[in-house]
């Protein structure tokens, strides 16, 4: 590559600095850029004029004419073409289109016409480099099966190109032909061809009809290959061919899995450094397949600086992802889709902003106190409302509903306001690009600030789009949707990566065909498999290799051909060069070695092949990168004793120590809250709240002596309806509603039982009774709470203190409280929470003989009545003893050890009390204070 | 090849390796071989004969169904003829192997370059792959996308999608009207009349459970296709029920009292009652009905039924029976409508979202492979896949689903037709390991294949020998399926046990290897203590789980301490029943690996991480905070108070990070700084972490919660695990441990068959059904003989897999097989509670065939109740390579490079232009946006273009308008041409503008010329609009002045303003200007033209 910009400057086609008149073509993008380094540097002083360097991509357009008889419009561009396809496709007969797809997308369905028309357009470009256009394959292709498919597609063709010749346009590739057939190939440059070896039918047919004065084609390789090309340096398919790539075996390693190929890269650049000092940017690395982030990220984990020479896709940029999501959420306004967008650092961002702008505060502490609890409140809504659609009617409180209500207006702010929903697609470039005005307009942007950069280059492609949008002809615009129209957007940033800032030096990453005119002094290829190397063409179902090699393209063997001769001038302009094969994939799928590097003589090829198929070799563990330190300080946090200690407890929260101290400290000490907003559905909790609430309806006078099932019915069903609604809005999601049917379902039942125990003497004393007792443990004081659901009387049997249960299982006060201990057949108490609901009735006058019970509402109605519990005075006793241990354990701080069985359902602090880890009981040692792993 | 096939072509390829005279063999071969029969081995073998008989590589399907099989086919084909062409030892087996005939190494050689030569055509791989490259070749027929994202039922996203649907789906239900009562009730249904709380699993469950059949068979006239005689009418009814009270009269009398026996008066009065409550299900259940003749043999309480009451009860019991029937079938229909609808959605979305699941393409093929015009479409597949296929190896053949028989049909009947000895099928499986017929996977597809026309019982041939396990092992396989029909305890599985009887052959060991096996019993409660020191500490750590898996954890251990590096399978039936081993293996600290490894977080510190990342997600998870503020973590994301504010300012930085430079390089920062945090292994996994986090950030979406779901559902092999392994026996399939312990025998095998929702009635498997329908209960199946029938074939495929199952985990071991199972119980009278040696379990099934009597089988258990070959197996012979990869035995791996010490980067500069230079870098979104432009776009080249054409203003003259307007043309056609001529006239009018571009004695003018200089780090490219220079008499550049033309309009008060905002830009611009032309930037002077405003204004930059 130098000597090739050297002889630009001083020998070249005409010497000196001005190259204005020079056109370079080079094989990729990389190499132009690279290029152009190359001269500037080695120009200084010498009044260089760059001379236009373009990919091979872009030789055709060099060579033809800007207007053609009899087509004043010149030639569509990309995005012109497409929308043309799009719209004849769409304009079509179903019968046509099921001969290309059976499922065709619905008639406003325009990303699936695009998609559509994509794919066909990329038939006629493969097409195109042949020359051919897409009618007239079926004359030039024997044995051509699956015919009427042509058929359809040769009918569309005609009608794209009628479309465009309505409009004075002209298609691309009709363009080149006429260039060639009519002689009209013009370039007032000199042509010099660097190593562009991987010519097409049509360059050649363009580059033939110029002067051969006006071309130079500059090879790669030694001369010894000078046969392996032709007159404008494309190559020879038949001389490379039979050429073997001069493979050194001791650079060329086999390993199993991705990490490992990474591993590869690793000790080859070691073993160079210890060969002779080596700095990363002089280190190139060439990434065949998908290897690309596994092996930059394990440079990375080694402390080495990594470039991608390809960049990031423009698709998954900031803005890009914000007008993603801000469609999504038009398109379908989901709960889901809001949350979505909410959580876009710029709209956050943004929000933010309005907020303050609203407050009319500069500092934005109230305001960034706002964000924090705006995304919280809206986990909290979501759990207490579930997610349905955003209506824009927010429930609950007003201390959450306001807040919610105002960020979702400035969300609001961002849609395009009023004006019809569907318009023509050149119509929605600006209020696309107005949305992202205003959440990046705000401040200027830093071209070279680290982050800003990639939002920079981000909104410039999306700005060209925006104006291309702007451009297009009336006629090809199709109506859309907002939503469309950001897909569209989208879908023309594709394949258009935002580079990777440059200066720092780093070991760059680069695809297998950009190495050709890579002048790193050190490389090493990974990916070297089959299916990676040589590079499929993106594989099109209606060209294969057979049918190609009828319509004259560049099949398998021709990429094999390009390959050899690539992989050869790297080999050959350097020594040393590590090649990389990999046994499997990441998922596991068994890989072949790359043909590349089978292409060698006997002895060779056997050795290579026994290597890499050898059996029984064991799998190495992957490279260890970096230095583990002593121990392991990711520990459980051991409880702290600076909490004020609990002076009071609700009736429930004796449960949570006994099953697990340490569950109980994250909970009722630190108050741990943990919520998420992923419940499609009414949980348990919300379930059993539902229920609670309507069967207060029964204390109502005219119920509390109803005998009538019928009636309690009715009134729990009004009720239940009421709560409802007041919960989950008018809209609620579908699930709870069928959640609501089956509640009701199980609510008659409740009416029955009622029913029966009015008939039985039963009358309701209270309902949800807030209780409090003041109990003396040790002398001190100790405040238990708790809330009784309801309290029934009976003339002759006394009380009966009852707590409605709505889970499934319907299980009784037995089980729920006490439980077998493993090994001991005897029961001790789990759970404390009827026994101490006597301390609480007993404030209100209620003796000890109260009978306690569960009212069991369970998903099998059959069940549904109250369970007494029979516990006598000395298992009772034996409750508040243990209540008292209970008591005097959290006054004295005692909250570990965790308890080694994790419960079974998800109570958030999973992560926290290590319930996943492999050495879970060793972790709790070594978490407490002695314990080795504190330090 | 030779267009005549003779003898010895046909002998040399396909002829048994024994006798290479033997008589003409058939090209095609189906083997029926054992476990560990080396089947693999067999397939090579096959698919090297074809290859020296000179098939061409690409022609030969070889499939096979998991990749590590896969794998191993290639490594045989290729590497045993590498071998071969290296050693002459190797060479002389192969040669033995395809068949004696003389093998020469060129040979060899030869036949291995043709592979290489094709290897990108390669037909080698598993069924889903081959399918997957199949559908691809038709994507427009199969209307698949371009880029589909293709993933499993198991994975998140498709989770994800079924939710949708389903939610979707609900919401169509409850705007039809009565559509939420339907719902309402076939849930009801679904949980055996109950109404569940959650309705969403529920749903999801009959979409994982159901959707593949409804798929299979969409068709609704399937579905509820029977007519059993319909219900009475009311009248009819109740004629047939009240005209029956007489028949009371008819009830026999109590000897004693003469009064009608109570009990059956009882009985019938019920009978009635319920009959009249339309309570139909009750009626059935009703001792009465259940004792009518035949099936219930006519006698109640031991007293025949009288003939009156018998055909008193006929028609109610028809009536009642057919009701039953009614509301079941009305539930089927229900269902097929809600899978139907449910479809729909799915479909949508999923196409919507570009996702594909193997199980599509499969099935999008099965049904794109018209059975009619098979031809037509093998030619159209042929073409495009550039290869037809003359020879198909088909691996693990009884594990083919129906789908992907219908494909492959297509092959095989077409090959098998032509019998020109150049297309051959090759077969090789093992009815007996048939374990995948819950999903489709039909062991009768192997029958048929061997009826295929042109191979008819051809060719068959069964391998038993082992090339696996122990004699010791096998014997106690012979031992228990020998002679199935004569175990007591599959009594009832009618023909089941007689059928896979048949494909059973006594299996033996070809090589000699030492062996032990053991059938033992557990604890049934307390017994722990016996086995592991740590009780007190369980206790008071208050573990308390069922003591059958805590004694097993004990077992496990100590084995796993006797036979140290050896590998232990532990093989489970159900997924679920490991979590409670599992646990308990834990607490006692043995290191386990679950079925494909353990999710990441099994280190404290990924779960921490994962925190992190969830508390980005949701600023208000006080625990996430909590978590994370009290790690190493805290410190490295500024988290140091669980306050919200802080959390959210946090989380914010968090996603902006993640967002900017993906999961895997953020997480990667992190696990750097963590490092001396961690022990090893921690950063082992976190170094896997990371690999998760490249796979998400390929389509991550905004949610960071997302990706913790991710990595918390996927499995990853720790290098860093013992052993010890546990699995379910499907996993286990087609691998072998050392050793292996399975302790899930108990439970009956047919407690299950109740939960399958759908009764699927066919002739026989691989017939489409003739009806589908929601299963009967037990009563009603009683009462209707049909419905018995179906019942019993579906009963007996379960019970037939329910063998297969047992055989192939016990066939997994090549040294030792641990069988455990509860203790036997006892009646308090000391007699043994007989289920455990007649239930249908496999635990009876074991006691029956070992013949374990009761006296061997303690209540309290932790007894060996059968015992052959050597505990101490292991010692003597320890193959290092059954070793695990001791971990830390590729050290720490330290790199560093040097510095690079060039003046100037040596690639890969930053570049900048100089109007990008404008206002120090900064720009708007409203420029990038192109909302700023004035006069409609295009308009600034257009005038920059005329500008061009001018040269010195007083020396040439301007261009007319036509050759400016044909200018244009060319590089703005959309801009109003005339319109800008005129306003380049009328700025020419402008003094300051002429003098601009007077000559003023320079030498020489430079217009719109491109540059570019290397400038301070930088790449400064851009183009000068117009620059005067003056040259010495030696032609050396002394001075210069360049101009740059600015379009936009602006107000005077803003011109100085704006001025300073292009001060950047003009410094860029003198600065390339004096390196290109090699004078001091001093000497360069330059001047802002705004041509809307005709002033011209110097710039001074030094300033
Ligand atoms: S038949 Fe039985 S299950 Fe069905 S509705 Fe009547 S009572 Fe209920």
Redesign the interface.
Known sequence: MPRAAAWLLDEGVKAGADL?GVLVVVPGSRAQ??L??L???AA???????PTVVTLGGLAGRLMP??FEGYP??VAGEAEAWLTRASVLQEAERSLIEK????PPDAEDWPGWW?LA??WG?VADELGAGLLLPGEVRGRCA?L??DA?WQAIEALDQRYHAMLAERGRLDTHHARRLTIEEGLVTCEQQVVLLAAMDLMPVHRALLSALPVDQLTPLIFTPAEHAEGFDRFGGLVEAYWRDRHPPIDDRELVFVDRP?DQA?AV?RA??AW?EDQ???????TIGIGGTLG??VR?TL?????PA?S?TGQPAQRS?PA?LLQ?LAAYAERGRFDDL???L???DV?DFVQRAARAEAGSDDGSDA??A???W???L??YATDHLRGRVTGHWLGKPEVAEPLKRVHDAVLSLLPGNGPRRRPLGEWA?PI??A??RV??HR??????E?DR?V?LA??L???V??EM??LAKDVQPTTGFPQAVRYVLERLSGRPIPE???E??I?LVGFLELLLD??PRLAVVGLN??AVPEPT??N??L???ARRDLGLPG?AHRLARDKLALTAMLQCRKGVRLVSG??A?????L??S?LL?SAE?EA???R??R?????V????????????P???????YPTLDHPTLTRLRVTAFRDYLA?PYRFY?RHV?????????E???N?AA?GNLAHDALQVLALPHLREQGDAEVVAEHLGMELDRVFSEKLGDDP???A???L???R??LRFAAVEHAQMVAEGWRIGHTELPGKADILVDGEPFTITGKIDRIDTHPNLGHRIIDYK?G?RGKSPQQTHR???????TKHWTDLQLPLYLDLAAEHGIGRGAELGYFNL????QDTRFVGAAWDEALLSEAMALRDEVVRKVRAGVFW?P???PPRFDD??A??A?D?????????QRSAPGGEGVA | MTPHVGDDFLRQTYGKTTDPAGATPSPHAVIRASAGAGKTYQLTTRYLRLLRAGASPPTILATTFT??A??EI??RV??R???A??SEEERAKLEADLGGFPLSSAEC?SM??RL??T??R?AIS?ID?FFNRAA????????L??DPRLTDEGSPLSRRLR?EA??AQ??D??ASDGG?QT??EL?RRL?H????????DALDTIAQSLYDIYRQYPDPELWANVDYHKPLGPELLAISIESRELAAASLPKAKRTGKTDGRWAEAYRQLLERARGGMYEAVLSNGLVKAMPPAGGGKYYRIMLPEELIEAIRPIKAHAAASVVHDLLGQTRATHQLLAGFHGHYERLR?RERVLLFSDLTHLLARYAPDDDQDAFL??LY????AQVTHLLLDEFQDTSLDQWDVIRGFASEIAAVGDGQRSVFCVGDVKQAIYGWRGGCAEIFDEIERLPGLEDKALSSLTKSYRSSQVVLDLVNRVFGDLPANAALADTGAAANLWQGYYQKHQAAKDLPGHVVLHSTRS?????ALTGR?DE????????D?HW?YTAGYIESLHQAIPGRSIGVLMRRRKSAAPLL?AL??L?V?VSEEGG??V?????V??V??AI?LA????????A??VI???LGHLVGLDSRN??D???V??RL??DL??HGY??VI??W??AL??????????RL?QL??LA??H??DG?????QFVDAVRSARVE??S?APVRVMTIHAAKGLEFDAVVLPELHGRLNANDQRDLLLVDRPSPIDPPTNIMRRPNKVLTATIADLELAMARAAAEQRGEDLSLLYVAMTRPRHALHLLVPPATYSDKGKQNKTHVSDLSYAAMLRQALGVSAEQDPAEGGATLYERGDAAWAKPTLSP?AKA?A????????????????A?????????SPS?LS?G??????D????G?TGG?GWGSAIHALYEQIGFIDEQPIPDDRALASIL??VA??VDGAAVIAAIRRQLDVPAIREALMRHGADELWRE??????AD???L?GQFDRVLIWRDSGGA?VRARLIDFKTDRIDYATLADRVADYRGQIAGYRVALA????IHSDAVEAALVFLGDGRVVAVDTDR
């Open positions: 204005s850029r690279r152009l380094e001269l500037a540097v200084v002083g010498r009044a260089l004029v760059p800007r207007v419009g010149g290309l797809s059976p499922i998609s994509r794919q990329d044995a099966v699956g498919r990490v591993a690793l650049c070691k450094h000092p080596v700095s990363a940017d002089q280190i982030p596994t990220r990375e984990l080694a402390g080495l470039r020479a900031r992802l999501a949350a979505n967008l959580r876009h650092p956050e960034t106190q964000v924090g609890s995304l919280g409140l986990d909290r600006r690009g107005e992202l005005h990046y307009g200027p942007l830093g071209r070279f600030d982050t990639a920079v909104l410039e999306i700005g060209g925006l104006s702007l451009e800032p440059g200066g030096p780093a760059e002048d790193a089959e299916g993106r594989f179902p209606l294969p290799d057979s398998d046994r499997y990441a998922d596991g799928e068994p072949m070695p043909r089978l006997d090829l056997v050795g092949v026994a890499f198929f050898d059996e029984g064991p799998a190495e563990p992957p490279l260890l990168l970096l230095s583990p330190g121990r392991d300080r990711f520990l459980i946090p697990c994250l630190l108050r741990l809250s943990f919520f998420d907003d992923r499609v559905e009414l348990a379930f999601p579908a699930a509603r069928l959640q049917e089956n509640l379902y199980r709505t499934d439980a077998k201990a493993l090994g001991s057949d369970p998903k099998n109605e050890p308890k080694l069985e958030g602090f992560a926290i290590a996943h880890a492999a050495d879970r009981a060793g972790i709790i | 990749r590590k896969a794998g290639l490594q290729l590497g003829l590498a071998k062409c290296r050689l291995l370059r290489v030569e290897l990108h390669l598993t792959s691809g070749a038709l994507r427009f027929e199969l209307g996308p371009a939710l389903i939610q609900l919401g239900a409850l939420l719902l309402i849930l949980h009349d109950t109404t569940q709380r959650s309705v969403t196409r030619s159209e073409y495009r896949l550039d409660s307390g017994g722990k203590a009780r369980d206790a008071a750590l208050g573990l308390d789980s003591p805590v646990h834990r607490n600290g290191d353990n999710p977080d099994n280190v404290p510190a779960a921490a994962l925190s969830r997600d949701h600023p208000a998870d006080a625990a996430a909590y978590h009290n790690s190493p919200e504010r959390a959210a300012a989380a914010g996603r902006r967002m900017d895997s390089a990667a920062r696990t750097r490092a001396g945090s961690c022990d090893e292994r921690s950063l082992r170094q990371v690999e490249e796979q950030d390929a979406g905004l949610r960071p919660g720790d290098p695990a390579l990869p971990i830390g035995h590729d050290a720490l791996f330290k790199i560093e490079l040097a510095q690079s010490h060039a100037v980067p040596r690639r890969s500069w930053a570049e900048a990008k206002s870098g900064h720009t708007h979104a409203a990038l946006l192109g909302l432009e776009l043309q060319g056609p959309s010329r491109s540059f570019l200089v290397p780090g930088r790449l490219r550049a390196t290109m032309l090699g």
